[in-house]
């Protein structure tokens, strides 16, 4: 803080001498080349020192501040070259500027940038918006405001050559437009608070001040003694030194940098960003096309200038239309198209969120269910333990007859089909023990599911094809849970082929992303509903034919290896199950030889 506050007074001191510098060789340099001169240099020198002050604040990822401050230090850089062109002829070839110069239109014109580092408004959150809009905005500010120059000035330099009605109108606009300046940066002020409603502050004293400068030289023009040796631009250079130093306050100054700062910051503001800085500028263009035939009315009705003039100024008028026109509609344009992509990103933002619900809803299913199921799995093994051991010491049994064994292996069979029930119930409740995990080639845990199931196809008109792709890596899971995983998937659809008379089941692999993808597309009539066939105890099969555990099981068992599965219905018919498992990086550290590696050398272990 003590070395910002004397950093201030370094910069106040600083300021202090050139204003004392200029007043010293307005008042004691004599009248002559070297007074004028030195005056002139100066003048030319300053707003080098202003622009660096600026751009220093322009270093920033945010393109609303970045545009503001860049802005500004173009509206610097026009002025400094008016300043250029008005020494280059005072000083170098040692003339007087008639007051018919027309270099006054970019003396003029180095405010318009500045009205459009307002439009900008920094203090707000920055959006997407396109940085065409920037150029459109600024377009439409320097057309009318060029427009109105050459509507109001120019037909005094070159259509009807007269002194006084020229540099009456030179200064009513310029006035006008600076006060424009200083009224915008007051407005903003008024709507924010805390860093930039001190700039937006500093920047209205600078247009106020500018002003009066404007004021004071017109006033010295009209006494014929005006030069720019004299006390008259003392305002003006002040102005100067004011807009370095809200460059300076901005650099030393912290603007807040807290989330919620900037939020509250930024609806103090007023509101959403690309909404009201779209209202801003496009409120601008509405008014800059309107005022056209207002304007063209009065000159025809209610001027009282030459007719010279009024001809010149209706065709001004006219060609004005043609510019503005075009960047009003290419900015209402720009609106529609901003607006379209947003709303397909609105359209996307809710199919998101809409299929994150079904998630959230299907993870507490799972997790509630899973909770319920695991205790009564639990509670009904004990006793089925003992049945399944008694029925065994029974069947074994050689004192007893025939017709006992045989009762004795029945209630053995249905016993070991509850016990699968129970293990299947317990994978679902995520209780079961699980082999240690591995690196496994998919593509041979696929080829070998496949094969389990081609067994019991021969003579049925359901074929099953396997496309694998070569070279994919390999991924880190449980060998017997992908192998559960994928037999349930081929099971499920073999059954969907054979309800509709037959089919082809194409099981394909690939890499995609980091992720490695197993696809299983049936050529069947598809899911009913694919948003449900996760849900436990969901089913289409009839009474007797499925539990609708099966595919919850693989739901489980693929999230549990930290991989994703979807189904979905083919446009040209069937269903595909999606499973998506991340794969191991080349130089997985701790790696050894695959599993699959090993289920290549060795099917029958697979198996």
């Known amino acids: 803080m003590k070395l910002a506050l004397r950093s201030y007074w370094h910069v106040a001191a600083a300021w202090f001498l050139v204003v004392g510098v200029y007043i010293a060789i307005c008042e004691f340099v004599p009248i002559g080349v070297g007074r004028t001169t030195a005056s002139n240099l100066l003048f030319c020198l300053i707003p080098l020192f202003v622009n660096g002050a600026l751009l220093l604040n322009a270093v920033t990822p945010d393109w609303r501040k970045r545009t503001f401050w860049m802005l500004l230090a173009f509206g610097c850089v026009l002025g400094m070259s008016g300043q250029i062109l008005w020494t280059y002829a005072v000083v170098y070839q040692h003339r007087p500027v008639l007051n018919l110069f027309g270099g006054d239109i970019i003396f003029f014109l180095h405010t318009v940038p500045m009205i459009a580092a307002l439009t900008m408004q920094p203090h707000k959150r920055s959006d997407d918006r396109n940085i065409l809009y920037d150029y459109v905005d600024f377009g439409l500010l320097l057309c009318w405001w060029l427009y109105v120059y050459v509507f109001a000035v120019i037909p005094w330099l070159i259509v009807a050559a007269d002194v006084r009605n020229y540099i009456h109108a030179h200064e009513i606009v310029t006035a006008l437009e600076n006060l424009a300046f200083a009224a915008g940066a007051a407005f903003l002020a008024a709507k924010t608070t805390g860093y930039w409603r001190k700039i937006y502050i500093h920047l209205a004293g600078v247009g106020a001040i500018y002003t009066f400068g404007l004021v004071t030289i017109n006033f010295g023009i009209d006494r014929a003694a005006y030069s720019m040796s004299e006390l008259y631009n003392v305002p003006l250079l002040i102005s100067f030194l004011w807009l370095a130093t809200v460059g300076i306050i901005a650099r030393q100054t912290a603007e807040p940098t807290t989330k919620a700062a900037a939020e509250k910051l930024g609806e103090l503001a007023a509101g959403d960003a690309s909404q009201h800085g779209s209202a801003w500028t496009a409120n601008l263009a509405r008014m800059a096309l309107l005022s056209l035939p207002l304007i063209g009315f009065w000159c025809m009705k209610g001027s009282v200038a030459p007719a010279a003039v009024r001809d010149f100024r209706i065709l ?162 449980d060998m017997n849970q992908l192998l559960q995983v994928f037999t349930n998937i081929i099971n499920n659809a073999v059954y969907a082929m054979q309800e509709s008379g037959g089919g082809v089941l194409t099981v394909r692999t690939m890499f995609e992303k980091g992720n490695v993808v197993i696809l299983f597309s049936d050529t069947g009539p598809g899911m009913r509903d694919p948003n449900l066939v996760f849900d436990p105890f969901y089913t289409t099969k009839p009474v007797g034919k499925g539990t609708g555990l099966g595919l919850s099981i693989c739901y489980g068992l693929v999230r549990d290896q930290g991989g994703q599965i979807s189904c979905y219905n083919r446009p040209e018919g069937g269903a595909t199950f999606r499973i998506e498992l991340p794969a191991v990086p080349t130089a997985f550290p701790f790696a050894p030889r695959s599993v699959g590696a090993q289920a290549r050398s060795n099917p029958a272990k697979l198996a």
């Open 316 to 477: 001004v008028t006219l060609g004005a239309a043609l510019p503005l026109g075009f960047l009003a509609f290419l900015r209402h344009d720009l609106v529609n198209r901003e607006r379209l992509r947003l709303l397909r990103a609105s359209h996307e933002s809710i199919d998101n969120l809409k299929r994150l619900q079904t998630q959230f809803v299907q993870s507490e299913k799972l997790a509630s269910i899973g909770q319920l199921v695991g205790g009564a799995a639990h509670e009904i093994n004990n006793p089925l333990t003992a049945i399944l051991g008694y029925s065994e010491l029974l069947a074994d049994d050689p004192m007893i007859g025939e017709k006992t064994r045989g009762i004795a292996e029945k209630i053995r069979e249905q016993a070991r089909r509850t016990r699968g029930l129970v293990n299947n119930l317990l994978s679902f409740a995520r209780q079961a023990p699980s082999e240690q995990r591995a690196t496994l080639d998919v593509n041979t845990i696929v080829t070998t599911s496949a094969q389990f199931r081609r067994f019991d196809l021969r003579g049925q008109n359901i074929r099953i094809e396997v496309q694998t792709s070569a070279g994919i890596p390999e991924v880190r899971a």
